[in-house]
Each structure stands twice: as C-alpha cells, then as structure tokens.
C-alpha cells in the first residue's frame, strides 16, 4: 500500500477505495498543497443509483470530509446517448422528460452525504446538459474531434469487447467516450477541476479527458478509478435475488435497505464497514475480528450504520428494532413492509401464490410454488405447505393484519382495506 501524505488519498487507500491513479505522486503533493475540485459522473440511466452507486458517493463525501470540493456530475447531456461501456448491446435510448425526471430522483440522496453551498470547499451539482446540448457540431468537430484519434479508440477494451464480439456499436455510442473528455475540459474550465474518479470500468474515458485537456491546454489533470465491486461469492454489488437495491426511500424503505446489508455475507464484513461507513478503522479491525454468533453483531451495525447515512439515525434504529423484534421475540410490528389488500378479496378468499406475488415477495405465482415447496413459507409464523390454500378474513390476526414471510429474513404484512 502506498503511504500517501495527503489526508484524501490516505483515507481512501486505507479504506481500500483505490484501483487505480494516473500519478499517484503529482495527485498527492496537489492534495496537500491545495484545495482540489474533483468530480464523479452519475448517469441518469433511472429514477434512483442502486447500492452499487455507494462507493462513488462515499468518495466524494471523504473528499469533502479531508477538506476539498466534490462535484456531482448528472449527465443529462450524455445521457442522451448511454455509455457503451463494455455493453453487448445499445442502450435503449431515453426522452429528455425521462432523463430529467431521473435526474430529479437521483438528486435526492447526494444531500445525506454531501453538504451543498456556494463556499470553497462546498460540494456541487452540475449537468453536463448545460454545456453539451448547445453545442455547434461543425465547431466541436473542429476544436475538439480533431484531438481523437479513431485508431486509438478502436483499441479500448470497452470498444473491442463489442467488436470481438460481432455486435454493433452505432456511431451515436462511439461519440460517447468524446462528449465524456470534454466533460472533464469544461469542469475545468469552469470550476478548476483537476480530478475525475469513477469505477474501474471508466479508466479509459477518464484518461482519454486528460488527454484531451492536455492537448487543449488546461494544467495537468489526473484520473483515480474504485475497484468494481463484487460480494465475496462474486454476486454483483447493489443487487439482490428481489431485484436493484435502491437509494431513494420511495423505491426501497429503510427497513429493507437495512435487511440488505444485514444479510452481508461474513468474509464481506470489514470490507464494508471500511468503504460504507465513518466508522474508526480501528473499531472497524476489531468488529471485522468478531467470530461466529458474534459476527451477526459486527453485521447488525454495518446496517445500521449504512442506512444510517442514508435514511437517518432515528430510521436506520428503528430498522434494527423492527428486525429484532420480529426475529428474536417474533413480534408483529407497524415498521415491517405494510401492502394493502381489499377487505372484499380477502372475505371471498386469496390464493396463497397470488398473495405473495402481490406482497412483493414473489415474481410469479411459479415463483411462490418452488418457495412453498422448498418449504420456506409462512402465513403468521406457522409453515404453509399446500400451494392451493387460501387466505381469508380468519387469517387475519388481533393486529389486523395478515403476516407473509419468505424464510427467516423476509416479511410482509398485508392490512385490508
């Protein structure tokens, strides 16, 4: 590990945020000697960033933390195109209205971990759109086109993935990689930007951007890339078998987004609780040395402590609460997953498989049968093993609801209406 002397880079290399850096001596002497202005892009690809998302976003609240100014980059310019990075296909393209209103959900959660003003080291949100939709095409060829050279491209491993491969890469994604250089040009030309991060998948759009400014006369610029992520049995980081973990409390409630880290494989721990956390690395080493039944301690605070930053302390505790009542004293409570259901439906009978599609937890009725099978149902705390049973008012308990639950981990609770 490289013994930087900058805050910044310290931080992030001991918490195990660093893949790559295009000079790791130059970015570390500007580090200590200035105050930097680095960014990160966000595309605008839906309505919220997943869990996935976490590791740029904590980057740049370390950056603001160690004394510098983050920008957040929403690309409602190149959002009009999609990054082809290694993709097998072209993104579906996308209406200015969707990419806007993405852009407005996305927005929501940068303030939890960012604080946003007009100061020196205030973090800001900029969109690309600003810049990139007015642009003159003649003139950008001419200033800016003239700097790429195609064979280079060609040579990118996002580019001959796709091409290797016989799939088209439409000349509207092969402008992508250009649009997303003179990003970095103009950020800093407007802001002073010398640092763009990203994942490690964007090491070469990033290094493309200092080329590019280099040969457009802007001061030296740098590149930092996060590893990309994957959990311990190599499944990828933000998704769960129920589907995208998602940032914004509208998509995915404080409890389950605790429930998701919760359920964080062992060997994961003190990974996380160094990358999602401001945790003391020395309480992170002696949590990360828990064994066994303690570990389950260890996993209960990486998920509170997570949603906390998210969602707030008061509803990443009641999360927690919510979980230990409902495992340890196996409590019906209001905080657990609440749908609706027709107290009409309910007096004429609900098939069990359809209900657990309408409570979210299942995808199909097949889906409900194979669990049912697997004999991982239950319907108020006692097991279900005929997939033809059906739930009606009896069914509803003294709390007035109906309990629905997928293993140990997963529950519902259906109220009529």
């Known amino acids: 590990m490289t013994a930087f002397k900058s805050d910044f880079l310290r931080t992030l290399s001991e918490r195990g945020f660093i893949h790559q850096t295009s000079d790791e001596t130059g970015l570390d002497e500007l580090f200590r000697n200035e105050t930097v202005t680095a960014y990160i892009g966000f595309d ?5 960033l997943h869990a996935g998302g976490l590791i740029q976003i904590m980057m740049l609240h370390w950056m603001q933390q160690t004394g510098h100014r983050p920008i957040a980059l929403m690309g409602g310019g190149t959002g009009m195109i999609g990054d082809p990075s290694f993709k097998d296909e072209a993104r579906k393209l996308m209406t200015p ?3 806007a209103d993405n852009i407005a959900g996305i927005r929501k959660v940068f303030s939890n971990y960012l604080t946003f003003g ?12 600003d810049w990139l939709l007015g642009i003159n095409y ?3 060829l001419r200033d800016v086109g003239r700097h790429f050279s195609v064979n280079r491209m060609l040579s990118f491993d996002s580019v001959k993935l796709r091409l290797d491969r016989e799939q088209s890469l439409s000349f509207l994604e092969f402008n992508y990689m250009i649009l997303q250089a003179y990003d970095y040009v103009e950020l800093n030309r407007r802001y002073g930007c010398r640092l763009q991060m990203g994942g490690s998948d964007q090491w070469g759009n990033i290094i ?3 080329d590019l400014g280099h040969r457009m006369g802007t001061p030296q610029l740098f590149a930092l890339t996060s590893p990309l992520l994957t959990t311990a049995s190599g499944a990828k980081m933000g998704k769960s078998a129920e589907g995208a973990v998602w940032l914004n409390p509208d998509l995915l409630g404080a409890y389950d987004f605790w429930q998701y880290w919760r359920n964080t494989e062992d060997a994961d721990v003190e990974r996380f609780l160094k990358l999602y956390t401001v945790l003391p690395l020395d309480e992170i080493a002696r949590l990360g040395a828990l064994e066994g039944a303690e570990m389950n301690e260890a996993k209960k605070i990486l998920a509170t402590e997570v949603t906390a930053m998210l969602h707030g302390r008061a509803a990443a505790e009641e999360a ?3 979980a230990r009542k409902t495992f340890e004293e196996g409590a019906f409570t209001d905080t657990l997953p609440t749908v ?5 439906s309910l007096e004429a009978g609900i098939g069990i498989l359809s209900l657990f599609v309408t409570a979210g937890l299942a995808a199909s009725n097949g889906e409900a049968r194979r669990h049912i099978k697997g004999g991982a149902v239950r319907l108020n705390d006692r097991p279900v093993s005929d997939d033809r049973q059906t739930v009606g008012v009896p069914d509803v308990t003294d709390d007035g609801v109906v309990k629905l639950s997928l293993g140990k981990k997963k529950h519902v609770l259906l109220r009529p209406v």
């Not at 020196?120 to 949100?125: F, G, N, S, V, Y």
């Open 138 to 140: 003649v003139e950008f």
């Open 118 to 129: 007009d100061g020196p080291k205030d973090a800001l949100m900029v969109n690309n759109a």
């Open 320 to 322: 927690a609460e919510t």
């Open 340 to 344: 609706e259901v027709e107290r009409a």
């Open 97 to 99: 209205e969707t990419i």
């Open 44 to 48: 605008p690809t839906a309505p919220s």
């Open 208 to 210: 493309n951007g200092i």
